[in-house]
């Protein structure tokens, strides 16, 4: 499909357009701890974010919520379904984020399909933005999801110094421009794109290999320094895991979830409600009678880290897309890229 | 309809701050004494009976030989006891006593000591069963309302033991610990709150007390790297659970 420029002055125009339209979020603060909410000018918009505290999935699997209300009446049960119709945009997504959404695409339409995930996903539309300042914490080029985009957007834009290279990826994508006057890009805009993308791979200063990642989990069940990371000292200069869960819950690609009904006092009407869980919680292994299966510490942090080199039930659909947000948030310090490479030195 | 279940609501030390917890419930109060006959509960009505109840909610911990008897007494004649808050679960804030001599801490408080008759602080859990326990100081409205309404439908209470740092998470904010450099407790303390004081910009204090199988020395380790001496850490752990299991070592004993 054709691609087009816009000034970086001209952004208010395309937005304004969106505004009359959807409701939609983007990054509204510059810097590493940014997060992706409600935009009601340009004034609110920073894409100059590095990157946000809790990812973009939160818009399609909410940390809470409510999946469907019970009454019970005369003995039988009346169901009313809650149905969330919003069309939105999400504006400026990272290539990384768009890429754990497009896993948990994978997931939530895998055999059994979830309605409520597919239905958001639905009414969303997704104009990525091409990552040309990659934080010091990502590492997405070596797990194939950035730092540039090229799948699972409706819009492109690209930073190419004072105007942005807009592509479109999809039909919805086309819609939602038609009727603005916008420049074709020449060749010159493209090369530009070219060389800000080798730029912006430059910039990436963790690296890892993936394709040892899961061999790695295979090989190393017994380790020590899985003792080390729950109990002990730390790994390569972290402290001991917290099992605080705060590295799952940002995640974007973690889907895990719980889900219980709440009634209220008249003990005939009541809700059923979706939360998002950890893997690093006592509770999340519990089973009845007290059984656990992930009892320790260090069970909980190895099945994380396992799950993420694509190692766990969830594959490729819940590993790693290198977005660092883990990394960023971890009061313990523990960096998943320097586990692996300890990991690997120490076979 | 079925007989209504008997509560019996106790102070022993404490603040009184959680049995207030109950009657700021202003929504739910009136249905709650629909569903519930409250049957001893001082602070709220003249006449109380104390036998037979079906669910006690003691607030506060054991700090005198009477209590000792007073709690032995209550599970007697109770067939459900609760831990109401963190001072009946571990002693919570006047446990801070215990680190001092009981002489010492008599003199600052009594002109004259020679009749005071107390021991150290513990939670009701040191002399009696306990069947529940009602997490915070206070507890939360809703996880009041979580214990009393499973008790009426026969269930288990979903009363989770996670640590505040999921609930700051779901509220999207920014980690005081990384991000600030701030000592918060939060990694290490049950929510159930709903991460309020971080959501505020302020470090968690700890009011829930330990969260399930909390690694108290690694945040502790985490809080020297921050800048904080020894005595500020023992400070910290000593604040609302000093006395529990999980912090003991980090609180000094």
């Given amino acids: 499909m054709a691609s087009y420029i816009i ?114 996903r639905k009414n969303s539309i997704i104009i990525a ?37 807009i592509e479109i990826g999809s039909d919805k994508g086309k819609k939602i421009i038609q009727g603005l006057k916008l420049n074709i890009a020449s060749k010159n805009d493209l090369l530009k794109k070219e060389k800000k993308c080798k730029l912006a791979n430059k910039k990436i200063k963790k690296i890892l290999d993936p394709n040892w990642l899961p061999k790695l989990a295979e090989e190393n069940l017994d380790h020590e320094i899985w003792i080390d990371l729950g109990e002990r000292g730390g790994v390569a200069g972290s402290f001991p895991c917290l099992s605080c869960g705060s590295c799952s819950l940002v995640c974007p690609t973690c889907y895990c979830y719980d889900i219980y009904d709440t009634v209220d006092l008249s003990l005939k009407n009541g809700s059923r409600v979706r939360e998002l869980d950890s893997c690093q919680l006592l509770e999340y292994g519990q089973v009845a009678l007290g059984g656990n299966f992930r009892k320790d510490r260090k069970d909980r942090i190895r099945h994380w880290m396992f799950c993420k080199f694509g190692a766990a039930a969830g594959s490729k659909n819940s590993s790693c897309v290198g977005c660092g947000r883990c990394i960023r948030v971890c009061p313990s310090k523990i960096d998943i890229t320097k586990v692996a490479k300890s990991l690997w030195r120490k076979k | 309809m079925a007989k209504k279940p008997k509560i019996g609501v106790f102070k022993l030390t404490g603040c009184a701050g959680c049995q207030m917890e109950i009657f700021r419930m202003e929504d739910e109060f009136l249905d709650l004494i629909k569903l519930f006959d409250i049957s001893y509960w001082k602070m709220a009505k003249r006449d109380n009976d104390d036998k037979d109840l079906d669910i006690a909610l003691i607030e506060g911990g054991i700090s005198t030989p009477w209590e000792i008897e007073e709690i032995k007494c209550i599970r007697k004649n109770t ?95 920014a980690c005081l610990i990384t991000s600030n450099k701030l000592p918060c407790m939060g990694p290490v303390i049950s929510g159930g709150c709903g ?59």
Wanted: aromatic share 10%.
């Fill in chain 1, 129 to 165: 933005l091409n990552c040309t300042q990659p934080g010091e914490n990502s590492f997405c080029k070596s797990m194939n999801a950035g730092p540039f985009l090229y799948k699972g957007y409706d819009i492109l834009l690209t930073d190419i110094d004072t105007k942005y290279l």
């Fill in chain 2, 79 to 173: 067939k459900f006891l609760v831990a109401f808050g963190d001072c009946a679960i571990g002693g919570c804030i006047p446990s801070i006593r215990n680190w001092i001599p009981q002489m010492e801490s008599e003199e600052i408080v009594y002109p004259d000591p020679s009749k005071i008759c107390s021991t150290k602080v513990h939670g009701i859990g040191e002399y009696v069963k306990v069947d529940a326990e009602l997490k915070g100081c206070p507890p939360h409205r809703k996880t009041i309302l979580e214990l009393l309404k499973s008790a009426l439908l026969k269930i288990r209470p979903r009363l989770r033991q996670h640590p505040v740092c999921v609930e700051c998470k779901f509220q999207g904010n």
């Fill in chain 1, 7 to 120: 000034d970086k002055k001209d952004l208010k125009i395309l937005l304004d357009k969106f505004l009359k339209e959807f409701k939609v979020y983007g990054p509204i603060k510059p810097g590493l701890d940014s997060s992706v909410d409600e935009i009601k000018s340009i004034d609110d918009l920073h894409l100059e974010y590095k990157s946000t505290i809790i990812s973009p999935k939160k818009f399609f699997l909410p940390p809470k919520d409510t999946l469907f209300e019970f009454k019970i009446q005369k003995g039988n049960y009346e169901i009313k379904e809650i149905v969330n119709d919003e069309k939105f945009i999400l504006f400026g997504l990272h290539p990384c984020d768009v890429n754990a959404i497009l896993k948990l695409d994978e997931f939530f339409s895998g055999k059994f399909k979830d309605k409520y995930y597919q239905n958001r």
């Fill in chain 2, 195 to 253: 991460a309020i004081c971080p959501t505020l910009g302020r470090i968690c204090e700890g009011c829930f007390g330990p969260m399930s199988n909390p690694n108290a020395s690694a945040l502790a380790n985490i809080f020297r790297d921050i800048g904080l001496n020894d005595e500020d850490i023992k400070r910290k752990f000593r604040k609302y659970s000093g006395m529990s299991p999980e912090f003991r070592l980090e609180a000094g004993h």
